[in-house]
């Protein structure tokens, strides 16, 4: 199996798995206690949570501090439904490409909303307006589906000088692009060749949030539940191993990206050219059945879209929100490259797809 699907999850980093493993024992071993426990064996993984925590601000602007949670889609409901402004019923702004964790959210609270513009490059207008009493902004730094690097900075910098909160998606942008600068943050382990089931919301300091779980006052009273040693300890490690390697990721993947637009040389780029993660390739091709391509090619993992809306079956709002027709939002896919794909995989899947394509026309 060749993968590139590096937007849905990335391979474990074998770095990652090393540090989980310790935090893994039974009952013959002295490293399976809960990390909220006063005992020896509790406050051994009290320190292993604690140095995993500083790893991953590492990641963050200074300022802040990392509050753990079991994804980012918690993450970002904590940021978005447990701060001040939304809890007072201030306005709500969002991209009109914003992940579902985001969208959905927004939607799903009382407060007014409003949806800033996106042009058909897939950058958000970093002047688009928004109402007086907005209290709360919310944009990713790297779209999921098209890979497009917004105006985070831009927008940050407008959402502070209106008395507004400002909250960034950074879970396509962690370990791979230094991370923007907001009032919070939220990444996934499992993006940045961590584990998968915890992520982390970064909170600047003097921003107040309420807890959405409650019950143990765990993780400075904003969210409540024993941690894992295991997952914290892996998160830690992919992010430091990220840092440690991200100009050289950086380079492996622009490379690849330039070697792919060669070797798909008939399809057309979704999303701007430049402003962009080259980690993410989205393509599309004029009376390409991807459904019957992803069924053709099965050697191949790569996506029509969004890992977390490709059961529901519809065109992807964020190839509409840019301006495509359902056709062609129906004729794209999308190829994740990463740390670990190498040239001759991405020409292998390349040579099949396009024979594939090829298989259709006739």
């Given amino acids: 199996m060749i993968y590139l699907d590096h937007q849905a999850t990335t391979p474990l980093a074998p770095e990652a798995r090393e540090a989980m493993l310790r935090w893994l024992g039974g009952p013959d071993s002295t490293t399976f206690g809960n990390p909220h426990s006063p005992h020896r064996l509790g406050r051994q993984a009290e320190a292993a949570v604690e140095v995993a925590r500083e790893r991953v601000a590492a990641l963050f602007p200074a300022g802040g501090r990392v509050i753990f949670t079991g994804s980012a889609t918690e993450a970002l409901n904590l940021a978005l439904r447990g701060c001040a402004p939304v809890r007072a019923g201030m306005g709500v702004a969002i991209s009109g490409i914003e992940h579902a964790a985001v969208e959905e959210t927004a939607r799903s609270l009382p407060n ?39 105006p985070v900075d831009r927008l940050y910098e407008r959402a502070r000088a209106a008395g507004a909160l400002f909250v960034c998606d950074a879970v396509q942008a962690a370990g791979k692009l230094p991370i923007a600068a907001a009032d919070m943050i939220a990444i996934s382990a499992h993006k940045f060749y961590g584990p998968k089931g915890i992520g982390a919301l970064w909170v600047r300091e003097g921003v107040e949030l309420t807890p959405l779980l409650t019950g143990g006052g765990q993780e400075g009273g904003c969210r409540s539940g024993t941690l894992s040693p295991a997952l914290c300890a892996g998160m830690g490690v992919a992010a430091e191993l990220a840092l440690s390697r991200m100009a050289k990721d950086a380079a492996h993947t622009d490379r690849l990206f330039a070697r792919a637009l060669d070797l798909f040389a008939g399809w057309t780029l979704n999303g701007s050219a430049t402003q962009r993660y080259t980690g993410n390739l ?44 359902a056709a062609e939002a129906k004729g794209s896919i999308r190829l994740g490259l990463g740390r670990y794909t190498a040239d001759a995989d991405l020409e292998q899947a390349a040579s099949l797809l396009e024979t594939a394509v090829a298989a259709q026309g006739r």
């Fill in 112 to 150: 007014p909303l409003t949806i800033l513009s996106v042009d058909g490059d897939g950058l958000v207008d970093a002047e688009g307006e928004w109402p007086a009493g907005t209290g709360l902004v919310s944009v990713m730094q790297v779209n999921n589906e098209i890979g497009t690097i917004q």
């Fill in 282 to 325: 989205n393509l599309r091709r004029q009376g390409v059945d991807v459904a019957r391509l992803m069924s053709d090619v099965r050697q191949v993992a790569f996506s029509a879209g969004s890992a977390c809306a490709s059961d529901s079956g519809k065109p992807s709002r964020v190839l509409a929100v840019i301006g495509l027709s």
